[in-house]
């Protein structure tokens, strides 16, 4: 394949290169390696009392205090403008109710099952800066990842809110295993390109599961001095399950995402996303549309809000996994409990709150209520078990960063 050969020749190349010029490391090298850890718990009070907050995956059990990540992290983040090659890592590992979710199949999915609570590796990867080719140089990232597409993240620090949208749920990925290129092309223009196993997979027949390559490709804009950037990648591979879709490797899914990240001061961050993914075996997509509005009213307190719709008109991507196993089976083609709406619907939700960060002894601390409003805007009723159209839940998480 076109694409496998040139990322195969990419990492050589630049492996090539790092193993020449090791020998040029500096001696301080081990003094840039850095270690932390966070926790982040929360609460959802939704006062219908249903057994799962449909349309939130994180924060889906509600009127139940969660300890969502105990995250810990040790890393040598690499510098992307440096005239110099430059090597680095990053080990990521989380306890917690989120990584029902965030698991890597054959990476310790099978750990804990019959609990909430679950372990799970987020990142295990080396970096590599290369300045080749271009002015700015390529980095390479070789290993498990988080998938560079979309706004939100995993990390609970770099996003809004305690609750994610949709798109971040049911329309992208959550990680990827295999090699990814960020060359800098020019002071304003970088392009994306990488292989991996799939969509929240890895290796083997307990780690993927079809047995076909998938990709990412893409380009980010930094213009405006920064003011502005554009963020569009695609990710592109089969992903239904070889177990239950005769034929998996021929049908692709297209997970196509665009982020607009718009400063104009120092005090306003306005962020527009879109996102289009489509199923060639379910002859399914579904498009989602969020806009995000940040104002940081003080040094301690940042206003946020989120407008989203998404739209899945065949009922094939929205659903909630009441099981602590039901994620993972789902995507290996095991029997699971998986619940959806009763037709294709059309999601709308506003969420409001703000970030506090208090002036006190422990430093690190994040304080984030919110009031979030979903409803059906075709008419189905897939919230609180069935019964409604929306649904509206009160919410908060703490972040403690050591």
């Known amino acids: 394949m076109p694409a496998k050969f040139a990322a195969s020749l990419l990492a050589s190349t630049l492996l090539a290169g790092t193993v020449a010029h090791a020998a040029d490391a500096p001696s301080s090298w081990a003094s840039g390696i850095t270690f932390g850890a966070q926790v982040q718990g929360g609460f959802t009070l939704n006062p219908n009392s249903p057994k799962t907050n449909f349309g939130q995956l994180f924060n889906d059990k509600p009127n139940t205090v969660l300890l969502n990540q105990v995250l810990l992290t040790a890393q040598r ?30 990476l310790l999915d099978h750990t804990n099952p019959g609990s909430r609570y679950q372990f799970d590796i987020v990142e295990a990867n080396i970096a590599v800066h290369a300045p080749v080719l271009t002015a700015g140089g390529i980095d390479l990232k070789l290993g498990a990842y988080a998938s560079p597409l979309g706004y939100e993240t995993i990390d609970p620090l770099t996003n ?7 798109i971040f749920n049911f329309g992208l990925p959550f990680k990827h295993t295999g090699a990814l290129a960020v060359v800098h092309a020019t002071d304003i223009l970088d392009v994306y390109l990488g292989i991996d196993t799939g969509v929240n997979t890895t290796f083997g027949k307990g780690g993927d599961n079809n047995g076909a390559v998938a990709g990412i490709g893409g380009f980010q804009l930094t213009l405006l001095d920064g003011k502005l950037t554009a963020l569009a ?78 739209a899945d008109g065949k009922n094939f991507f929205v659903a909630s996994f009441p099981g602590n196993r039901d994620p993972v089976n789902a995507q290996l083609g095991f029997p699971t409990t998986v619940v959806s709406a009763p037709t294709g619907t059309t999601y709308g939700a506003l969420t409001v709150g703000f ?27 897939p919230f609180n078990g069935g019964k409604d159209r929306d649904s509206l839940t009160l919410a908060s998480d703490i972040v403690l960063t050591f």
């Open 77 to 106: 983040a690499i510098d992307p403008k440096s005239p110099n090659w430059d090597i680095g890592f990053k080990f990521q590992v989380l306890y917690g109710s989120d990584a029902r979710y965030t698991h890597f199949l054959g």
């Open 160 to 166: 809004p809110f305690y609750s994610h949208s949709y």
């Open 233 to 310: 990648l695609t990710h592109i591979g089969p992903e239904n399950p070889a177990r239950l879709v005769p034929n998996a490797d021929r049908y692709m899914r297209y997970l196509n995402d665009i982020v607009l990240t718009y400063k104009p001061t120092d005090t306003w961050t306005f962020v527009t996303e879109l996102n289009y993914i489509k199923d060639d075996f379910a002859k399914a997509d579904a498009y989602g549309f969020a806009q995000y509005v940040s104002y940081a009213y003080s040094p301690n307190i940042t206003l946020n809000a989120r407008a989203e719709l998404f």
């Open 355 to 381: 970030t506090y960060k208090p002036n006190v002894p422990i430093k690190g601390l994040m304080i984030r209520p919110e009031l979030r409003y979903d409803r059906s805007m075709s008419g189905s009723r």
